[in-house]
T-cell receptor, first 114, second 109 residues
């Protein structure tokens, strides 16, 4: 059981380049999330999707777009990367409708923008 | 006021010691609570859920105080392997999950 799979694990971009971070879960979860984690800042929510077909902005959505392709997949796109987007990105999923549903995280993508 | 607040530490404790972390939350509608553990440069992993009546899992005890809006994590007989960052997570029903900044624990031989 793979759980939550993120690709790539590492990426270096130049300012202005674009890329898409991929995330897939095989736990039949309704909700999926994208977080970024910076030193001293903790996990900050970028976007989330409560169910297939819906997406909502989180705390720090500027500079990002998302697509909930189907129930399994939730991608994060950086259209024009900036050095401020250097961070570790985590995708997570949880079962909606369950009050006590915890989040399950992918291994993370370490992105550096030069 | 932040939605979820934690003392970032670090808490440096000797092996075998008992250590406790608190986490306060601002949304009184919060329904579910968790403690996660995060090792350096790794993804957060669920340590335990926090139930209203309090719950224990081996050396770990979690408690919830709704009146004062805080949750706590107690670690007894600390091991070197307990060194990590402990994240408090609050999940208000129907709203997005909120993480605390995390409390760093370093267990010293």
């Amino acid at each position: 059981n793979a759980g939550v799979t993120q690709t790539p694990k590492f990426q270096v971009l130049k300012t202005g380049q674009s890329m898409t971070l991929q995330c897939a879960q095989d736990m039949n979860h309704n909700s999926m999330y994208w977080y970024r984690q910076d030193p001293g800042m903790g996990l900050r929510l970028i976007y989330y999707s409560a169910s297939e077909g819906t997406t909502d902005k989180g705390e720090v959505p500027n500079g990002y777009n998302v697509s909930r392709l189907n129930k399994r997949e939730f991608s994060l796109r950086l259209e024009s990367a900036a050095p401020s987007q250097t961070s570790v990105y985590f995708c997570a999923s949880s079962g909606t409708g369950e009050v006590s549903a915890p989040l399950h995280f992918g291994n993370g993508t370490r992105l550096t923008v030069t | 006021r932040k939605e979820v607040e934690q003392d970032p530490g670090p808490f440096n404790v000797p092996e075998g010691a008992t250590v406790a972390f608190n986490c306060t939350y601002s949304n009184s509608a919060s329904q579910s609570f968790f403690w996660y553990r995060q090792d350096c440069r790794k993804e957060p992993k669920l340590l335990m859920s926090v139930y209203s009546s309090g719950n224990e899992d081996g050396r770990f005890t979690a408690q919830l105080n709704r009146a004062s809006q805080y949750i706590s994590l107690l670690i007894r007989d600390s091991k070197l392997s307990d060194s990590a960052t402990y994240l408090c997570v609050v999940n208000p029903w129907g709203q997005k999950v909120t993480f605390g900044i995390g409390t760093k624990l370093q267990v010293i031989p």
